[in-house]
C-alpha cells in the first residue's frame, strides 16, 4: 500500500513559477513508477509527466519546456517544477504511483495504482 499527498498548490499570475511536490509512504517508493496528472472543470483527467523508477521522464507535449518533473528516493517524494504558467495550466493536480509500468501504459490514468488527493493549481491575474 502506497499512500500520496500532494503539496505546493496554489494562485500564481500568469509567467510565474510553482513547485508541486508529493509525499509516498512506504519503503518500496524507489520501485515505482511516478506521474503527474491533472483535471480542469468539465475536462477530463490528462497525463502531465512521469518519472519512472529508473529515472527516465516523459511530458505531454502542452507542458514540455515549461515543467520538470524529478524525484529524491531518499525523502520518498516527487515534484513537479512548473514554470511560465499559462491560465490553461489551471487544474487540480494528482500524484500517482504505478509499480513498473508495461511500456505505453505510462501515459494511462488507469494504470496507475495509487492516488493522492489532488492539489489546485490556479493561474490567474
Known amino acids: 500500500q502506497v499512500q500520496l499527498v500532494e503539496s505546493g498548490g496554489g494562485l500564481v499570475l500568469p509567467g510565474g513559477s510553482l513547485r508541486l511536490s508529493c509525499a509516498a509512504s512506504?519503503?518500496?517508493?524507489?520501485?515505482?513508477?511516478m506521474g503527474w496528472f491533472r483535471q480542469a472543470p468539465g475536462k477530463e483527467r490528462e497525463f502531465v509527466a512521469a518519472?519512472?523508477?529508473?529515472?527516465?521522464?516523459y511530458y505531454a507535449a502542452s507542458v514540455k519546456g515549461r515543467f520538470t518533473i524529478s524525484r529524491d528516493n531518499a525523502k520518498n517524494t516527487v515534484y513537479l517544477q512548473m514554470n511560465s504558467l499559462k491560465p490553461e495550466d489551471t487544474a487540480i493536480y494528482y500524484c500517482?504511483?504505478?509499480?513498473?509500468?508495461?511500456?505505453?501504459?505510462?501515459?494511462?490514468?488507469?494504470?496507475?495504482?495509487?492516488w493522492g488527493q489532488g492539489a489546485q493549481v490556479t493561474v490567474s491575474s
Open positions: 518519472i519512472r523508477w529508473s529515472d527516465n521522464t
Open positions: 512506504g519503503r518500496t517508493f524507489r520501485f515505482y513508477d
Open positions: 500517482a504511483a504505478g509499480a513498473d509500468l508495461a511500456p505505453g501504459k505510462i501515459w494511462y490514468a488507469e494504470d496507475y495504482d495509487y
